[in-house]
């Protein structure tokens, strides 16, 4: 707190001696002052509230993720993670060897294919080779 004042004439002798265009002067140039120091102020306050409402929104989704990386630990920790991965690969192996057996079928009928295709082409062969025989026969026979 300021301390009082004895006396008052020094106050007044210095508001005294300026005239009042100085004194409105004065006042403009304190109230400019005044009002630049508001916007400043609003100016900070706004600026420190968007930092605020930034670092608040920043806070939330650090929580969230590491809520989620919690989570995350606690079923590696808790080995339901292997346990279902190790399901999963007797589920892929089972599948795996079913292939396997599946393309051996294939192999196998392939080959049944491929004998049998030369089984037809060796019976048309014989076939024609008949059919030739018979038509010289008959040729010779009309020939006769």
Known sequence: MLAPLKDRNL???????????????????????????????????????????ELTNEKQRLAELNLHLQKRLAELE???????????????????DELLEAAKCVWFLDRTLCAARRECERLARERDNALDCLQSRSGQRLDD
């Open 11 to 53: 106050i007044e002798r210095d508001t005294d001696c300026r005239t009042a265009a100085e004194l409105h002067a004065d006042n403009a140039a304190l109230k400019l002052r005044l009002r630049q120091a508001r916007q400043m102020q609003k100016r900070t306050a706004t600026l420190s509230t968007r930092k605020l409402i």
């Open 78 to 96: 808790s080995g339901e993670t292997i346990v279902a991965l190790g399901q999963q690969l007797m589920s892929i192996r089972q599948e795996n």
